[in-house]
């Protein structure tokens, strides 16, 4: 459970203990760029990227129907904080924003800066309208000079604002810092649950997973498509079920 950001934390709203709540849903999405991401493949992708939207959606609304001890009737919020990149960062920004998602683009540079990569043509201008449909870019300083630590920092923020990441991952172990495994690897390790949508290179197969609780280790038989598990995970986030 989040309370809206406020920049002027002196500002903040503060609610008595055990008094109903706003609720607030980050989600952050990392995941192979276009080159990646074949025609068939991103045909198959584009429907498992907007159910998992929609149930994250229709899971929280439950919740706070029910929980209504803990959840205000505020209306609840639902954010989505993406880099941006080609391919599984803009197809998810595309489905969260269908699905009622704010989408708060966090760039490594500058936005002019960070054009440079993208390849002139379809996918600097498909980058443009990704930008520029944004509802918050947030820029960070990153430096020309270290590519590798601007995109780092970038996987870190994502991580540090996420109550849950969405990862279109092959599986495939990190090819360095800043990719796709390595801001897993982050999210895991700072128990933050990822929703594991793995892809299969060359095919257009999809299948999902849901790495909870800080274990690498669950297998594709929990299916991603169930409802339940969506509620168990967001009660588990929103720490919802009190311990005696």
């Given at each position: ?25 980050n ?35 439950r ?9 205000s ?54 980058f ?9 870019i ?10 590798e ?50 892809i299969?290179r ?43």
């Amino acid at each position: 459970m989040q309370l809206p950001r406020d920049p002027d934390a002196s500002a903040q709203t503060t609610f008595p203990i055990n008094a109903p709540r706003p609720i607030e849903l980050n989600v952050g999405i990392t995941g192979h760029r276009a080159g990646v991401l074949t025609a068939p493949l991103v045909r198959t992708l584009r429907p498992a990227i907007y159910s998992v939207f929609g149930h994250l959606r229709d899971a929280t609304l439950r919740l706070q129907e029910t929980e209504v001890q803990f959840c205000s009737s505020t209306a609840a919020q639902f954010n989505l904080h993406t880099a941006l990149a080609s391919g599984a960062d803009q197809i998810a920004a595309i489905c969260a924003r269908s699905s009622g998602f704010f989408v708060r683009a966090t760039l490594p540079f500058e936005a002019h800066e960070y054009r440079a990569d993208f390849a002139i043509g379809d996918e600097l201008d498909t980058f443009e309208q990704a930008v520029a449909a944004a509802d918050e870019i947030v820029a960070l300083p990153g430096d020309r000079a270290d590519p590798e630590g601007a995109y780092v920092r970038v996987g870190e923020l994502l991580v540090r604002e996420a109550d849950v990441m969405i990862a279109i991952w092959d599986g495939e172990e990190s090819r360095g810092p800043g990719g796709t495994a390595h801001v897993v690897e982050l999210a895991l390790r700072s128990a933050v649950p990822v929703i594991h949508i793995d892809i299969a290179r060359g095919s257009d197969q999809v299948r999902m997973r849901g790495l909870l609780g800080g274990d690498a280790q669950d297998d594709y038989s929990n299916s991603m498509g169930d409802p339940n598990l969506y509620q168990r995970l967001l009660s588990e986030i929103f720490k919802l079920n009190p311990r005696p």
